[in-house]
């Protein structure tokens, strides 16, 4: 059997260290990562390999050259533009015919057995099978779910925590029969997880998962990278390490020379011909490369320095990654995370904060302090992008030059001379940010249309409606008046979708950004009018007959927040009797707490029974939200409130379907379907709800918390839109709210948040799954668990921080609860173990 190991990614992630090297060549404890898996490939009698290359192939093909040196038969297949991962492997079509191959990353660490793969191949007589790891962290991988058998049931590429519905990954070996190359067109790019694997699973060709009990790791990271060489060292991996053990746990290659006053505490490695002077400290998990200088009174610990770096005296190294032939003058001190690329000198007394990246050829001066100063990079945040885009403590964690790098990122994303919005709350914070992000901007050739501070449904709104590529909106954190959040919209005045926001993380972290020409720098404009079209646009397509002649009274509080800008305004155009309070820019208070919010309900209740109004509205500070209040002062919660708007809506239309996440009572089946509705569950990320919105004959949809989206006007969510659709649909059912609310059953939701590490999150989904047995799941989002009588269970995983949610429903409270208890015990008892 022939092999194919795959070694032409870029591996952006590990830049600077493959920005002018692959990734494959990236040294682990002194031996390229691919260099390991070639060795794997001959011990299991795979000798005659063919390697695909593409990014630096000439530096693959002259390290390795013809395999000799390694007893292999090495081939190399060249992809003149990236193919994808099957249509590199179809691009060596020509050496695959004759018989099954194996197909390996080489830039994956592991010691997978794969001579027991290759027989669990033939036994069940597969046409491909997948090698699979259980991971605690499945995101960046593709999950896949087998049956007790090993054949395969469902997979998912690079999922989100929402769809996490096994911790069981595919690893990227594949063990194929030479048919499958049939599946694949030649000369185009295409991906097995993401092409040919789905197209074979509906074909019911016979598709089995082998889950592998070695080590695996995929070397994608900084941080994984570190990991591989401590998990070497430490004997976690069977692979070969070259020299000899002086004591336990260190090792020293041929002609290095240590001398005996130096202070060694394994495990650790000293590559060949390395030099460690008296008075140097070199403790766990340092692995020093091939001629490695390392001068006395220097302290490296969890350092991996590639080959011939100079270490100069009393230097201190902790947790980073020094590239070849770069010099660390003395006393120069370099922190956790931190990685210099190759060719670079580190002056005396200069300090590299953690996670600063240095790129090749470049010269840090004598005593500069390097510093990021953006603790959002720190190791605690799992990403760019949260919840509410980019967030942060206000000149902490999101400062101006942050802005300004961010922004020129999303510049970089867009075309030369594309046009996007700018925007903000009332608060100064937001006013100063956005003065930066302006400026990125325009340096970065693209023109900015300012609408100053309005509400985001009106941002949202103008991106769209001026057909422009995108825009930034910046606001105070909700409940948290010391933070902001940085929005990014796309040119539906969306939030950018999961793909856009890695696309600009990218951009970020690369510190590649394009800047503008002298002759190109864009143009920055205050467009007119944008209230006056936003209103007319409301009232143009939002159905309010009956308003004037129904008399309505109704009180509104616009919370200090931008909505005051447009809403008693608009309000006198519809045709209602309104009293507004709170209806002021605030710029001290931009956002409130929750107890805040309660209390500011609560007031809302008071003025809206006592002036005998209708109902009354409450608009978060953005005018994004809205929160509703009876005829009686009494407030209609969160989820009722869609209850109230879905019955409503679906009584007028009598058809169409509406998107509802899956955390929504099902409740909401049954006055859809007495009104003859269909729903569509979709996943709980905005970005999901949005996307099912834009679906054909969607009539509403509803995120739960508050936030409403009304097809025929947006695409997004508006609370000022909803609100005046609101008053039509009660003027013309000459209903009050409370008798609506009344004449929808009573919902016995639950819901709970268990404290879950990031290291087991992907094994309680698949305990979840476990214990599911064969009950009916759903796994739109999280995994949920099917039950008699209507009842069901959610188990969801947070997407950014370290809880599991639960959602529990039945036909009673007490069944509900029981349902709660069972199946919050199958997560911690996970934990547990």
Same mark, same amino acid.
């Given at each position: 059997?022939?092999?194919?190991?795959?070694?032409?990614?870029?591996?952006?992630?590990?830049?600077?260290?493959?920005?002018?090297?692959?990734?494959?060549?990236?040294?682990?404890?002194?031996?390229?990562?691919?260099?390991?898996?070639?060795?794997?490939?001959?011990?299991?009698?795979?000798?005659?390999?063919?390697?695909?290359?593409?990014?630096?192939?000439?530096?693959?093909?002259?390290?390795?050259?013809?395999?000799?040196?390694?007893?292999?038969?090495?081939?190399?297949?060249?992809?003149?533009?990236?193919?994808?991962?099957?249509?590199?492997?179809?691009?060596?079509?020509?050496?695959?015919?004759?018989?099954?191959?194996?197909?390996?990353?080489?830039?994956?660490?592991?010691?997978?057995?794969?001579?027991?793969?290759?027989?669990?191949?033939?036994?069940?007589?597969?046409?491909?099978?997948?090698?699979?790891?259980?991971?605690?962290?499945?995101?960046?991988?593709?999950?896949?779910?087998?049956?007790?058998?090993?054949?395969?049931?469902?997979?998912?590429?690079?999922?989100?925590?929402?769809?996490?519905?096994?911790?069981?990954?595919?690893?990227?070996?594949?063990?194929?029969?030479?048919?499958?190359?049939?599946?694949?067109?030649?000369?185009?790019?295409?991906?097995?997880?993401?092409?040919?694997?789905?197209?074979?699973?509906?074909?019911?060709?016979?598709?089995?998962?082998?889950?592998?009990?070695?080590?695996?790791?995929?070397?994608?990271?900084?941080?994984?990278?570190?990991?591989?060489?401590?998990?070497?060292?430490?004997?976690?991996?069977?692979?070969?390490?070259?020299?000899?053990?002086?004591?336990?746990?260190?090792?020293?290659?041929?002609?290095?020379?240590?001398?005996?006053?130096?202070?060694?505490?394994?495990?650790?490695? %000293? =590559?060949?011909?390395?030099? !460690?002077?008296? *008075? #140097?400290?070199?403790? $766990?998990?340092? /692995?020093? @490369?091939?001629?490695? +200088?390392?001068?006395?009174?220097?302290?490296?610990?969890?350092?991996?320095?590639?080959?011939?770096?100079?270490?100069?005296?009393?230097?201190?190294?902790?947790?980073?990654? %020094? =590239?070849?032939?770069?010099? !660390?003058?003395? *006393? #120069?001190?370099?922190? $956790?995370?931190? /990685?210099? @690329?190759?060719?670079? +000198?580190?002056?005396?007394?200069?300090?590299?904060?953690?996670?600063?990246?240095?790129?090749?050829?470049?010269?840090?001066?004598?005593?500069?302090?390097?510093?990021?100063?953006?603790?959002?990079?720190?190791?605690?945040?799992?990403?760019?992008?949260?919840?509410?885009?980019?967030?942060?403590?206000?000149?902490?964690?999101?400062?101006?030059?942050?802005?300004?790098?961010?922004?020129?990122?999303?510049?970089?994303?867009?075309?030369?001379?594309?046009?996007?919005?700018?925007?903000?709350?009332?608060?100064?914070?937001?006013?100063?940010?956005?003065?930066?992000?302006?400026?990125?901007?325009?340096?970065?050739?693209?023109?900015?249309?300012?609408?100053?501070?309005?509400?985001?449904?009106?941002?949202?709104?103008?991106?769209?409606?001026?057909?422009?590529?995108?825009?930034?909106?910046?606001?105070?954190?909700?409940?948290?008046?010391?933070?902001?959040?940085?929005?990014?919209?796309?040119?539906?005045?969306?939030?950018?979708?999961?793909?856009?926001?890695?696309?600009?993380?990218?951009?970020?972290?690369?510190?590649?950004?394009?800047?503008?020409?002298?002759?190109?720098?864009?143009?920055?404009?205050?467009?007119?009018?944008?209230?006056?079209?936003?209103?007319?646009?409301?009232?143009?397509?939002?159905?309010?007959?009956?308003?004037?002649?129904?008399?309505?009274?109704?009180?509104?509080?616009?919370?200090?927040?931008?909505?005051?800008?447009?809403?008693?305004?608009?309000?006198?155009?519809?045709?209602?009797?309104?009293?507004?309070?709170?209806?002021?820019?605030?710029?001290?208070?931009?956002?409130?707490?929750?107890?805040?919010?309660?209390?500011?309900?609560?007031?809302?209740?008071?003025?809206?029974?006592?002036?005998?109004?209708?109902?009354?509205?409450?608009?978060?500070?953005?005018?994004?939200?809205?929160?509703?209040?009876?005829?009686?002062?009494?407030?209609?919660?969160?989820?009722?409130?869609?209850?109230?708007?879905?019955?409503?809506?679906?009584?007028?239309?009598?058809?169409?379907?509406?998107?509802?996440?899956?955390?929504?009572?099902?409740?909401?089946?049954?006055?859809?379907?007495?009104?003859?509705?269909?729903?569509?569950?979709?996943?709980?990320?905005?970005?999901?709800?949005?996307?099912?919105?834009?679906?054909?004959?969607?009539?509403?949809?509803?995120?739960?918390?508050?936030?409403?989206?009304?097809?025929?006007?947006?695409?997004?969510?508006?609370?000022?839109?909803?609100?005046?659709?609101?008053?039509?649909?009660?003027?013309?059912?000459?209903?009050?709210?409370?008798?609506?609310?009344?004449?929808?059953?009573?919902?016995?939701?639950?819901?709970?948040?268990?404290?879950?590490?990031?290291?087991?999150?992907?094994?309680?989904?698949?305990?979840?799954?476990?214990?599911?047995?064969?009950?009916?799941?759903?796994?739109?989002?999280?995994?949920?668990?099917?039950?008699?009588?209507?009842?069901?269970?959610?188990?969801?995983?947070?997407?950014?921080?370290?809880?599991?949610?639960?959602?529990?429903?039945?036909?009673?409270?007490?069944?509900?609860?029981?349902?709660?208890?069972?199946?919050?015990?199958?997560?911690?008892?996970?934990?547990?173990?």
């Amino acid at each position: 059997m022939k092999a194919v190991v795959m070694a032409g990614g870029e591996g952006t992630r590990l830049r600077p260290m493959t920005a002018n090297q692959p990734k494959p060549l990236l040294p682990v404890v002194n031996k390229p990562i691919m260099e390991h898996v070639l060795r794997l490939l001959k011990r299991h009698g795979f000798t005659e390999t063919v390697v695909t290359v593409q990014f630096l192939a000439a530096l693959v093909r002259n390290y390795f050259g013809d395999g000799e040196e390694l007893g292999m038969n090495l081939h190399y297949a060249t992809e003149e533009v990236p193919l994808g991962t099957a249509g590199s492997v179809k691009n060596a079509e020509d050496r695959l015919r004759d018989e099954p191959f194996i197909v390996i990353s080489g830039d994956a660490l592991t010691d997978i057995d794969l001579s027991d793969m290759v027989k669990f191949h033939r036994d069940n007589g597969a046409m491909v099978t997948i090698g699979l790891k259980r991971v605690a962290n499945p995101l960046e991988f593709g999950i896949i779910i087998v049956d007790e058998e090993g054949r395969i049931q469902r997979f998912l590429e690079k999922p989100t925590w929402g769809q996490v519905f096994s911790d069981t990954v595919n690893t990227g070996i594949y063990i194929m029969e030479p048919e499958v190359l049939d599946y694949v067109a030649a000369g185009e790019q295409v991906d097995w997880s993401g092409d040919v694997f789905p197209q074979l699973l509906a074909e019911g060709k016979a598709l089995y998962g082998y889950i592998a009990e070695g080590y695996w790791e995929d070397v994608g990271t900084h941080e994984s990278y570190l990991s591989a060489q401590a998990d070497v060292l430490q004997g976690k991996v069977d692979v070969e390490i070259d020299g000899f053990e002086l004591a336990p746990g260190i090792w020293v290659a041929e002609g290095a020379e240590v001398d005996p006053e130096a202070v060694l505490k394994g495990p650790l490695y %000293i =590559g060949d011909y390395a030099k !460690v002077e008296a *008075g #140097a400290e070199l403790r $766990e998990f340092t /692995v020093l @490369g091939s001629n490695v +200088v390392v001068k006395e009174g220097a302290f490296c610990h969890r350092a991996v320095v590639h080959d011939n770096v100079y270490i100069g005296p009393s230097t201190n190294l902790r947790g980073c990654v %020094i =590239g070849k032939n770069t010099d !660390v003058m003395s *006393g #120069a001190r370099i922190e $956790e995370g931190a /990685v210099i @690329g190759d060719e670079c +000198v580190i002056e005396s007394e200069a300090y590299l904060n953690n996670n600063v990246k240095v790129y090749p050829h470049k010269t840090v001066e004598a005593g500069a302090v390097v510093n990021t100063s953006v603790i959002w990079e720190s190791r605690g945040q799992r990403s760019l992008f949260g919840k509410r885009g980019v967030s942060g403590l206000i000149n902490v964690e999101i400062t101006p030059d942050l802005a300004v790098r961010l922004a020129s990122a999303y510049a970089t994303t867009l075309k030369k001379g594309s046009a996007v919005t700018t925007s903000r709350d009332a608060s100064r914070a937001a006013r100063t940010l956005k003065r930066a992000v302006v400026s990125a901007l325009t340096a970065g050739a693209i023109n900015v249309h300012d609408l100053e501070a309005v509400p985001l449904p009106l941002a949202r709104f103008q991106t769209a409606h001026r057909e422009l590529a995108g825009g930034i909106a910046l606001r105070t954190t909700p409940g948290d008046p010391q933070s902001v959040d940085i929005i990014f919209l796309d040119a539906n005045g969306a939030d950018l979708s999961p793909a856009a926001q890695r696309k600009l993380e990218r951009v970020f972290s690369r510190q590649e950004f394009r800047r503008a020409f002298p002759g190109e720098i864009a143009e920055l404009s205050f467009p007119s009018r944008n209230i006056e079209t936003y209103t007319h646009e409301i009232l143009r397509r939002v159905d309010t007959s009956g308003v004037r002649e129904a008399g309505l009274k109704v009180v509104v509080d616009c919370a200090g927040g931008t909505g005051s800008l447009i809403l008693p305004t608009l309000l006198g155009r519809v045709g209602v009797e309104v009293l507004t309070v709170n209806n002021r820019l605030d710029e001290v208070s931009p956002t409130e707490t929750l107890a805040e919010r309660m209390r500011d309900l609560h007031r809302l209740g008071e003025l809206v029974a006592s002036s005998r109004a209708d109902f009354g509205v409450r608009f978060d500070p953005v005018a994004e939200r809205i929160s509703l209040v009876d005829e009686n002062g009494e407030l209609i919660d969160d989820d009722r409130a869609q209850l109230v708007l879905l019955d409503l809506i679906a009584a007028e239309r009598r058809g169409g379907r509406v998107a509802l996440p899956v955390t929504t009572t099902r409740v909401a089946e049954q006055v859809c379907r007495f009104h003859g509705v269909a729903i569509e569950w979709t996943p709980t990320s905005q970005d999901a709800l949005i996307k099912a919105a834009m679906g054909e004959d969607i009539i509403f949809a509803a995120d739960g918390r508050g936030g409403y989206v009304l097809p025929e006007f947006s695409s997004t969510i508006d609370g000022i839109a909803s609100f005046v659709r609101l008053l039509g649909l009660v003027a013309r059912a000459q209903l009050s709210l409370s008798q609506i609310d009344h004449r929808i059953p009573e919902a016995h939701l639950l819901r709970r948040s268990v404290p879950t590490p990031w290291s087991v999150k992907g094994s309680v989904m698949r305990s979840v799954v476990e214990a599911a047995g064969d009950r009916e799941v759903d796994t739109t989002d999280g995994v949920r668990v099917l039950g008699p009588e209507g009842a069901w269970v959610l188990v969801l995983p947070d997407t950014s921080e370290a809880f599991t949610h639960l959602w529990a429903e039945g036909p009673d409270k007490d069944t509900a609860q029981e349902l709660l208890e069972e199946w919050a015990a199958v997560v911690e008892n996970t934990e547990e173990e």
